[in-house]
């Protein structure tokens, strides 16, 4: 099974950017999800994403966040004006199988 | 709904120490899988074991161990001879059939030469 890759590795983006963050590639898989981890906690669920539908999102998922599979492969988590508390660690994950889980390399945002 | 408590922010210990990391879960559901994660200080989770809540098997990899007990409720996590390279933050998670993962806090080990 090819790996969950993720890009950028690290950015960095002034407050009130759009960010766009990538998880590529993918596989024939149905099942994604996006977390986060802000520095020195643990790790956070955003959004579930099955069969290119969100099926679940958290309290933390609001209007300014948005995820999408545009070419089927890529799947993208969108971050409209960026504020200083979404400065954290970004992973994107799959679904493998019965129940276990691949996660990406994840992606620092940091928000200036 | 769903939670893990790790008790244990940080643990520091000295090269060749075993160390166990405690993880105790909650959920109402009678299936339901288990995990443990290592952070390493690069930032990436590595998986290291699933299990599921039909399998109270304990289960031994190298110097790597599992304790799992549903009459506790604990996922237990022990290092045997302990190695600088262990040293990260190991996460202990949660999910259902086919949802979301819940982490615990993390515990930090440190492992000192």
């Known amino acids: 099974e090819p790996e969950v890759t993720q890009t950028p590795s690290h950015q960095v983006t002034q407050m009130g950017q759009e960010v766009i963050l990538r998880c590529v590639p993918i596989?024939?898989?149905?099942?994604f999800y996006w977390y986060r981890q802000i520095l020195g906690q643990k790790v956070e669920f955003l959004v579930s994403?099955?069969?290119?539908?969100?099926?679940?999102k958290s309290e933390i998922f609001d209007d300014q966040f948005s995820v999408e599979r545009p070419d089927g492969s890529n799947f993208t988590l969108k971050i409209r004006s960026t504020k200083l508390e979404d400065s954290a660690m970004y992973f994107c994950?799959?679904?493998?199988?019965?129940?276990?889980?691949?996660f990406g390399s994840g992606t620092r945002l940091t928000v200036v | 709904a769903q939670k893990v408590t790790q008790a244990q922010t940080e643990i520091s210990v000295v090269e060749k120490e075993d160390v166990t990391l405690d993880c105790v879960y909650e959920?109402?559901?009678?299936?339901?899988?288990l995990f443990w994660y290592k952070q390493p200080p690069s930032g990436e989770l590595v998986f290291l074991i699933r299990?599921?809540?039909?399998?109270?098997q304990n289960e031994i990899s190298g110097r790597y161990s599992w304790n799992f007990q549903k009459s506790t409720s604990s996922f237990n996590f022990t290092i045997t001879a302990s190695q600088v390279v262990d040293s990260a933050v190991y996460f202990c998670?949660?999910?259902?059939?086919?949802?979301?993962?819940?982490f615990g806090k993390g515990t930090k080990l440190t492992v000192n030469p």
């Open positions: 998670a949660l999910s259902l059939r086919s949802e979301k993962l819940v």
């Open positions: 994403f099955y069969n290119n539908e969100i099926s679940e």
């Open positions: 994950a799959r679904r493998d199988g019965s129940y276990g889980y691949t």
């Open positions: 596989s024939n898989h149905l099942y």
């Open positions: 959920t109402r559901d009678t299936t339901y899988y």
């Open positions: 299990r599921n809540s039909f399998d109270e």
